[in-house]
């Protein structure tokens, strides 16, 4: 081991692939601004338009929770009833892998028969820090129908195609209905009851396939083109006949564009910007994701539906975006670094009285981060604020102490390496070396502290 040492090509070649994938370990790594300590949870959601709360719990939550009792690696199970809304929040026992509980909990659910056609759903694999970007939709030239229809057939499913997004998820804005108000004295001039009139708007909203007609070579697909596109397709539609006349939707009412009640009303207001009623989208992370490279698709999306997509007048406001938080705790991890930095020199300058000594120690720093790095890139830690913070801490405090404990070392033989600074600067390797597993060690322990 030591004529290996001694070969200092071999060892600056060491020092030198070493830093390099210490470098490419940092690029690889997740960076967030802080870490997810949430629990493995997933959630059932079920809805049933219009069911009281009370029906809700009895028949649809209750037989859910007795489907799902006896979980593997179950934690916790809680429930909570609303009007035409069931929910169940199921926490696993830590170290439970997330796809196989979640696999786990829809078995149970496809066993389970609910009244009403309610059919239960896991929701988005995302988790509490998992809303990484918000956004508005404004427009002066669209109505709120228009932009609805945008966000829900164009922005939406775009933003989804990014790699590591989860969900997004829709406020605001109208569900469009096509609405027939029939008029009961035509009712009565035609003869026709209203379940007719419902019975042929079902039947008559569909394509359907007649095989294929052969011609010599050739074979036509045959279609039946009956689904309904707009008004003038549904007033089209034939309810019955009258002495072979037929009778159509729009003779027996008036059609119009309609809406869902609504609830409640999205409204933004900032600096610039003041709307009454608007759409928002909020995008979840898929968990586990690299959260810097999901926002890098995220953005390229958005300039594209701003710049290619949308209608002229129509535009995407970014109001939240969680790149600019994880750039503040990059840049106060890197301000704390190179202030600890500065303090080791200064420290040091102080009881060793030699600045070219000082520098030297403070080469341990910065090797002492790369190694950092190849470890939490070998044991998927991502960077973030506590994480940076406590190896960034654990380094300096360790090696301030180590090397002012040699300081009556360090002043019988100042010369010597201050020679070795000038002259043989590969021989100092052995040096740094010796200090990095010690500084490593030390920040690693206060990082696994940091996280428990």
């Not at 990014?162 to 004295?185: L, M, Y």
């Not at 979840?284 to 701003?306: C, G, Q, R």
Request: hydrophobic share 45%; aromatic share 8%.
């Amino acid at each position: 081991m030591l004529s290996i040492i001694q070969k200092r090509w071999v060892m600056l070649c060491l020092f030198v692939m070493m830093c390099i994938f210490g470098y490419y370990s940092w690029k690889q790594l997740s960076i967030e601004a802080y870490p997810d300590i949430a629990d493995v949870t997933s959630q059932v959601v079920t809805q049933v338009p219009g069911l009281a709360a009370e029906e809700v719990e009895q028949q649809i939550t209750i037989p859910l929770e007795r489907a799902i009792n006896g979980l593997p690696g179950m934690h916790v199970m809680r429930s909570k009833s609303t009007f035409g809304l069931s929910m169940i929040t199921i926490v696993f026992k830590d170290g439970t892998e997330d796809y196989w509980s979640r696999q786990r909990v829809q078995e149970r659910l496809n066993e389970v028969e609910l009244p009403y056609g309610a059919v239960p759903g896991l929701d988005p694999l995302t988790s509490p820090v998992g809303e990484v970007y918000r956004y508005i939709i404004e427009s002066d030239q669209h109505s709120l129908r228009e932009l609805t229809d945008l966000q829900n057939w164009v922005i939406i499913p775009r933003i989804k195609e990014v790699s590591g997004v989860a969900d997004v998820t829709n406020f605001g804005g109208i569900t469009t209905q096509f609405q027939v108000e029939v008029d009961p004295s035509k009712l009565e001039q035609y003869n026709l009851s209203l379940s007719q009139v419902v019975e042929a708007i079902e039947n008559n909203n569909a394509n359907v396939g007649g095989s294929v007609l052969n011609r010599g070579d050739l074979g036509y697909v045959v279609r039946g083109i009956g689904l309904i596109g707009n008004l003038d397709d549904l007033g089209h539609i034939v309810v019955s006949t009258t002495s072979g006349v037929p009778v159509f939707l729009n003779d027996i009412g008036s059609l119009k564009y309609g809406n869902l009640e609504r609830k409640g009303v999205l409204g933004y207001t900032d600096r610039t910007r003041n709307y009454s009623e608007s759409l928002e989208g909020i995008v979840l992370l898929l968990k586990h994701e690299n959260p810097s490279k999901v926002l890098e698709d995220i953005h390229v999306a958005v300039d594209e539906l701003n710049n290619e997509t949308l209608p002229e007048g129509v535009r995407i406001h970014t109001f939240l975006d969680r790149t600019n938080l994880v750039d503040t705790t990059l840049s106060t991890v890197s301000h704390t670094l190179l202030m600890g930095m500065a303090l080791v020199v200064l420290v040091l300058i102080l009881f060793l009285g030699n600045w070219r000594g000082a520098l030297l120690v403070s080469i341990t720093i910065p090797v002492s981060l790369l190694i950092a790095f190849i470890l939490m890139h070998l044991t998927d830690i991502p960077a973030n604020l506590l994480s940076l913070g406590a190896i960034d801490f654990g380094i300096i405090v360790r090696i301030i102490p180590n090397n002012i404990s040699k300081k009556k070392a360090w002043r019988n033989a100042p010369k010597k390496w201050v020679g070795l600074f000038f002259s043989q600067p590969l021989s100092l390797l052995r040096h740094t070396f010796r200090c990095l597993p010690l500084n490593v060690l030390n920040a690693n322990f206060l990082l696994q502290w940091h996280l428990r």
